[in-house]
Nanobody, 130 residues
Framework: QVELVESGGGSAQPGGSLRLSCEAS????????AAWFRQAPGKEREAVSC????????FEADSVKGRFTISRDSDSNTLYLHMHSLKPEDTAVYYC???????????????????????WGQGTQVTVSS
């Protein structure tokens, strides 16, 4: 049984930092394309950053480029999203996602329909306000 469990969300002030974690069980995360999505109230779920299974190539949305970094650790089978210089518009529920068959090879394969990813975590709330 595949399970993705996010943690690390919470409140931060503008300019602050948070690190989100997504611990995987039932799969070897290194073999999967993985991504972080977010969904703000009243908005569609959107991809924030992705990492490929083949060579760990990463893509970031323009809105977070230079501020957010995706990474993963093989030993702990965990996906991370390092978030810096947070802005109020980063407020959203953040979800990790993974898929064995969806190849991340270009921005269009990252910033794609969420249905391209078969496994999802339950989400973690990030709130940025002063």
């Amino acid at each position: 049984q595949v399970e993705l469990v996010e943690s690390g969300g919470g409140s931060a002030q503008p300019g602050g930092s948070l690190r989100l974690s997504c611990e995987a069980s039932g799969i070897t995360l290194d073999h999967y394309a993985a991504a972080w999505f977010r969904q703000a109230p009243g908005k569609e779920r959107e991809a924030v950053s992705c990492i490929s299974a083949s060579d760990d190539t990463t893509f970031e949305a323009d809105s977070v480029k230079g501020r957010f970094t995706i990474s993963r650790d093989s030993d702990s089978n965990t996906l991370y999203l390092h978030m810096h210089s947070l802005k109020p518009e980063d407020t959203a529920v953040y979800y990790c996602a993974a898929d064995l068959y969806h190849e991340i090879s270009s921005p269009s394969t990252c910033f794609t329909d969420p249905s391209d990813f078969g496994h999802w975590g339950q989400g973690t709330q990030v709130t940025v306000s002063s």
